[in-house]
């Protein structure tokens, strides 16, 4: 069952993620997406909606890389998935630090 929810984890996070930031984008006034980076919706009075977004799409990454580490015991996927973790715990020290 843990097995699962770890998995699910993988295919949720990308949707999830995309339809959080194209939301928040909708509702501000001036943010272009073509001109705009997603991380500029977490600047202003409403910030903490993506910095929110950016840190649960960084835990289900991090979950979901924990399995892949889990399911193949070394070769490449296993070192994707490393990377996966490493670069999801990069965006969640920078969006918590306020870098």
Not at 56 to 69: D, I, M, N, W
Not at 79 to 97: D, E, G, M, N, P
């Amino acid at each position: 069952m843990v097995d699962q929810a770890l998995l699910a984890c993988g295919l949720v996070v990308g949707p999830l993620f995309t339809v959080a930031y194209l939301a928040e984008g909708a509702t501000r006034a001036y943010y272009r997406p073509l001109r705009h980076p997603v991380s500029s919706l977490a600047l202003g009075d409403r910030g903490w909606t993506q910095t929110a977004n950016f840190f649960v799409a960084g835990l289900l990454s991090l979950a979901f890389a924990q399995k892949e580490r889990l399911v193949a015991v070394g070769g490449l996927i296993q070192r994707v998935s490393v990377t996966i973790a490493w670069a999801w715990l990069a965006v969640l020290a920078v969006h918590t630090l306020g870098a």
